[in-house]
Each structure stands twice: as structure tokens, then as C-alpha cells.
């Protein structure tokens, strides 16, 4: 081959790169960049053929009406309470279940880890049928207390898997130095062992709190009335608020999916690399 | 506590095993701790997750219906017997499948020519790696409705586009046929967890050593026998540990079918089955044995993930 040639070639590789580079960003964006035109033009041009791709006068009103609807702010509101009370229990909880697991040697450990491990892949609606009765009998049935009770069922395994091989990497001296001063366990655990391992319990609390906040099954079968929807299920069941002649007001819930999906994206960017972190350590190292 | 019975300060804690400390061995104490700390996680796997799936497969078992007057009886493998013959059901089973064969593949192909790209060295890499992470992080539920809207038949972009490439001349109703549904709920799952295949092999990738590549370089092998040679073979784990992960999510695949169709029988999955007897019909008893049915699919994967890993969770 000339070295002209290869130059030729080099520079069509390169091109070729960033032309597949090019169309993959496209695939990935896409479908955003269309929520978030559809969420700022009026329905004028929202429901007009040909499709308008490029709104020359978008407007704040699809945001407004979402954000004064009532029936959103609660649902809003629902799924901080219910991802909130979600998280923050699966992280007492299991952060200390973790450090047993991790730090303690005793009989029956690996089963544990086992069982635990394998429930990280429970499939939800394998159970639905003895939540549902179980949360119907204990009257818990359309209350977000149901929420938070079975979300736990995903979240918990999770967190102690994940904290779990965190724990396990810490170093021993600063354990063995707290017990040598007379430390008990617990107390080694909550004022030393808790606070290094901070940023796993960032990582998956965060991760926790995605899930719950992204459920759907459970909270379409354990809730009835709209004033218990979260957002999810508000999205899922969005109605006209206007009642302009169309069936669904596409234009406002794309406005709402926007708003719900900013904090994530924005939460997700900002800790991308603890993310994948915790991500690949609960998936690729097992 | 005995003070005289507190270890020197150069013993360790794990240095003194034999030593007694409160009439228990260190070992024993030990062991009595860490299933005490383990109480609260035990006890709440049990009332959430072990009660319920014991339940669940005692109904499959039952006629249970849920608010019925009459009491529940015990009818053996009837339920069971019934789905054998439940057209409903091998329909769902059908469209899982299909739906986790096609996207599985899909993605895997995908993921890893998004992961090689994103592996080279380039401008914007950091970012690039960032935004993958967008499409997984928001609900599913979500991006199921932004697709709806693309796939409108009358006011969608997708029509539009196709129209103005000059593919097709009529609109298409893509949601209303299941020969055009599947498909386009496939695109919907491909879109979305692509980026998250390609991540985990991504970080499969980076542990592979930069050394080899060198010297197969020197030794004169082509790019594509590099990538044979040496890429994918040391990809393996990071290979199977997302494809047995992609498979479990697909077969349990509830949200974007039910934000699509709802409990149409033509398009529903058997997540979606089992959750439409059991709450919109109130047959306990019938839905439950078709979600531990699912369960018994899903365990045999999870059971073959277990067991790839067991050497590195032993150590």
C-alpha cells in the first residue's frame, strides 16, 4: 500500500467513526429532544400535519398548566415520600446487614450471601399474589405505607450486595484499632466503619431511590384513587386538564415527563462515575 | 466487660481468637453479632419477599379469589392443568419470548459496537459516557409515553419521517397490529437499555490490558483478528453477566407493554397477564400460578448467573 493510500484510508476510518459516533448520539437524543418540543409548542402546532420539527414560538404553557395541577404536585410529592422512606430504610437496614455480611465471619454466612444475592434478581411479579392478599388483609391496601413495604423487596437485597463488597474493601486497622480501644461492634460500626463507607451509601441510596421512584407495578396494583398515584402512575394515567377536543393532551405530558426526568438526569450526571461504580460492582464483580 | 480480659495493644482483635470475653469465644461472639446486625435485613426479606412468594405458591395451588364470599378450597395442580390449555397464556408466553430473544440480540450487537466506539480515544469521551446513562436512569413508564407520541398515527414524527423519506404513503396506526406493535415496543426496550449494555461492557473493556493490543500490533495481526483474538475472549464475563442480565429484565417485561396496550390479549406479556388475573380479575389463585410459573423461568437464569460467579464470591 503507498502511503497515500493510506492516508486515504486513515482519514475515510475517521470519518466513518464519527459518522457511526454521529448517528448513535442521534438514536440516544432523539426521542428527548422530541418530549421537550412537544412539551413547548401549543396545540395548534402540536396537533397540525406535517409535523412542525423546529417550534418557531414555543411557549411555557404545557409546563404552567402541569405545574398548577393539583393531581401532579401530589403525585410529585407521593413519590419523594414513598422513594424517600424507601431509601432511607434500605440503607439502615441494610448497611448494617452488609457489614455482617462483609466484616463478620460466622456459620452460615455464604448461604446468606447467597440467598441475598439471588434475590437481587427476584422478579416483582413472581410475589404479586401474596403481597396483594397480604397488603389487602393488613389494610394497607391504596396507602403509600404498601409502597414502601414492597418496594423494600428490591431495593433491600440490592443495597446489601452492593455495600457489601464496599465493606469489604475497607482496611482492617482502623476497625481493629476501635475495638483494641474497647469499642462494641455497633459503636465500631456507626461511628467508624458508617461514615467511611459514605460514598457507597451515596451510590446506593441513589440507585435505591431511582428505583423506587421508577416503579410501576406495584404501585398500579396496591393503589386506587388518584390521590395516592405516584408519578409514574400519574403519567400513566394522565387525563385532559383542559379538554381541548383531543383525547390525551400529548403536549402536557410531555411537559410533565420532562419535569420529572430533569432532577434524574441532572442527579445521574453529577454521579455518573459512582453510578457505573456501583453499577458494575452489583452486576460484573458479583 | 472485664478490663483485665481487653487485649495489649499490639493484639489484634484477630490475634486472640481462643481468648474469653464475656463467657464466649471471640468466634462465638462473633458469630452472635453478626446475626444480630443481620436481624433487621432477615427479617425484613422474610416479611416481604420469603411470606409473600410462600403464599403466592400456596394460592397457585387454590381457587382463592380475592373479596369472594365463598371460602378458598385447595384444588391441586387445577390451575395449572387450565393454563396448559389457556390460548391467553401461550400467547403471552410467545411474546415474551420473541420480545427477549429479539432484543437481547439487539442490544448485546448494539451495546458492543457502541462500547468499542466509546473505548477509542476521542474528544468528549467523559461525556459521551455520561449521556449513555440518560436513557436508563429515567422511568420506563416515561419513555414508554415519549414513544407513544412518536408512534401517533395521525400527528407522530415517525410518520412524518418515513413519509418525508418516501418510505411509506399512508400513515400507519404502529400500536393497533401486532405484527407492528412488537416491533415497535422492541425499539422502545433496544433504545433504552443499549446504553446500559454497552456500559457494562465498557467496563469490561478497560480492564483489558493496552500491552496486548500492542503486541499483536508488532506481530502484525489485522484489527478484526485483534478483536477475535483478544477482545472478545477476554470479554467473556463481562459478555454473559449482561446477557443473563438483559434476559431476566426481558422476560419479567411489564411497564412499556402495559403503558402500550394495557392488558390487550394480542400483545400481552406474561408479567402482564399474571397481574391483570390477579388484580383486574381477582383470581388469586389462577395468577398466582402463572407468576410462579415466571418465577421457575427466571430462577433457572438466575441460578446459572449464581453459580459462573461462585468462584469469585467464595474468595
Known sequence: MTPARRRVLRRLERTLFWVLLGIIVLYLIFPFYWAIRSAIVPDSVQFATPVVYWPADPTLDNFRKVIASGQFRR???????????????????????AYALGRFSFRGR?????????MTMFPSVSVLGGLYTLITQFGLYNRLGALVYSYLIFTLPFTVWVLMTFFRQLPRD??????????????????IMLPLSAPGLVTTGLLAFIAAWNEFLYALSFTQT???????????YFSPQTGGGFEIPWGQMMAATVLVTLPLIVLTLIFQRRIIAG???????G | MDTTERPIATATARAIPRRRIGGMTLAERQAWTGWLFLLPALLVVIGVAM????????????????GALQATNWIGFENYRFLLRDNLWWSAVRVTVLFTVVTVIAEFAL?????????SRFRGRGLMRAAMLVPWAIPTVLSAQMWKWMYNDIFGVFNDMLRRLGLIEQNIAWLAKPSTALPAV???DIWKTTPFVALLLLAGLQVIPEELYEAATVDGASRIRQFLVITLPLLRPAIAVALIFRSLDALRAFDVFYVLFGARPDTQTMAVYAQNNIVAFSDVGYGSAISVLIFLIIAIFVVAYVTSLRVEAES
Open chain 1, 75 to 97: 403525585a410529585v410529592l407521593n413519590s419523594t415520600i414513598v422513594a424517600g422512606s424507601v431509601t432511607l430504610l434500605s440503607l439502615l437496614v441494610g448497611a448494617l446487614g
Open chain 1, 110 to 118: 455464604t448461604p446468606v450471601r447467597y440467598v441475598i444475592l439471588s
Open chain 1, 174 to 191: 482502623l476497625e481493629e484499632a476501635a475495638y483494641v480501644d474497647g469499642a462494641t461492634p455497633f459503636q465500631t460500626f456507626w461511628r
Open chain 1, 226 to 236: 388518584p390521590d395516592k398515584r405516584t408519578v409514574t402512575l400519574a403519567i400513566f
Open chain 1, 279 to 285: 453499577l458494575t460492582a452489583g452486576a460484573v464483580k
Open chain 2, 51 to 66: 411470606v409473600p412468594l410462600a403464599q403466592t405458591v400456596y394460592y397457585s395451588f387454590t381457587d382463592k379469589r380475592l
Open chain 2, 111 to 119: 451495546g458492543l459496537l457502541i462500547a468499542l466506539v466509546v473505548n
Open chain 2, 186 to 188: 422492541m425499539a422502545i
